[in-house]
T-cell receptor, first 112, second 115 residues
Framework: AQRVTQPEKLLSVFKGAPVELKCNYS??????LFWYVQYSRQRLQLLLR??SRESIKGFTADLNKGETSFHLKKPFAQEEDSAMYYC??????????????FGSGTQLTVLP | GAGVSQSPRYKVAKRGQDVALRCDPI?????LFWYQQALGQGPEFLTY????????KSGLPSDRFFAERPEGSVSTLKIQRTQQEDSAVYLC?????????????FGPGTRLTVL
């Protein structure tokens, strides 16, 4: 079975400080991992995926298969980064479904 | 272009009532997913369509839940004899092909409250 764990429900940092949102996963195969973000009163949207190895809005995430982690990092947090962040996994399931398994989310607040 | 839309945005039902939730995916998207998000939790998978075929319904919590996508476009999630534990936000997502690397685009959700 696949599982995604985000140990922190709430995280507060000051503007300009580094931020790291933790994500650990459990999956026996080779997972595809994503970070989704939901800003206040907006819909859930993709922030980044591990396969792209890109930086979006200053955020990066590295897949560590040894530690089964996919932590999201940003060196200098901005107030507009305040949002709910979800880590998600897409495994290789039998059949055709490619559904996402989500963590419970971390609410990030960046203080002025 | 237009994103995924869902209606109604809010629905209040009395326990025992039937409800129908609608999802309009992005035009041309082959794959459509339904998720249920309880308060304080991440979304949880309910069911998956590829065009009009329902290929996975393993996440539907009971036989009171039924989904359809008869013409491979609009989808409806129906809940019969609603119970209080059905209260949640129901999210619809679509993707162009449905591969596990494909981006899923989410709708705004329907918040269902069962009294």
């Amino acid at each position: 079975a696949q599982r995604v764990t985000q140990p922190e429900k709430l995280l507060s940092v000051f503007k300009g400080a580094p931020v790291e949102l933790k994500c650990n996963y459990s999956y026996s195969g080779s997972p595809e991992l994503f970070w989704y973000v939901q800003y206040s009163r907006q819909r859930l949207q993709l922030l980044l995926r591990h396969i792209s190895r890109e930086s979006i809005k200053g955020f990066t995430a590295d897949l560590n298969k040894g530690e089964t982690s996919f932590h999201l990092k940003k060196p200098f947090a901005q107030e507009e980064d305040s949002a709910m962040y979800y880590c998600a996994l897409s495994g290789f399931f039998s059949g055709s479904a490619r559904q996402l398994t989500f963590g419970s989310g971390t609410q990030l607040t960046v203080l002025p | 272009g237009a994103g995924v839309s869902q209606s109604p945005r809010y629905k209040v039902a009395k326990r025992g009532q039937d409800v129908a939730l609608r999802c309009d995916p992005i035009s041309g998207h082959v794959s459509l997913f339904w998720y249920q998000q309880a308060l304080g939790q991440g979304p949880e998978f309910l069911t998956y369509f590829q065009n009009e075929a329902q290929l996975d319904k393993s996440g539907l919590p009971s036989d009171r839940f039924f989904a359809e996508r008869p013409e491979g476009s609009v989808s409806t999630l129906k809940i019969q004899r609603t119970q209080q534990e059905d209260s949640a936000v129901y999210l619809c997502a679509s993707s162009s092909a449905g591969g596990r690397r494909d981006t899923q685009y989410f709708g705004p959700g329907t918040r269902l409250t069962v009294l």
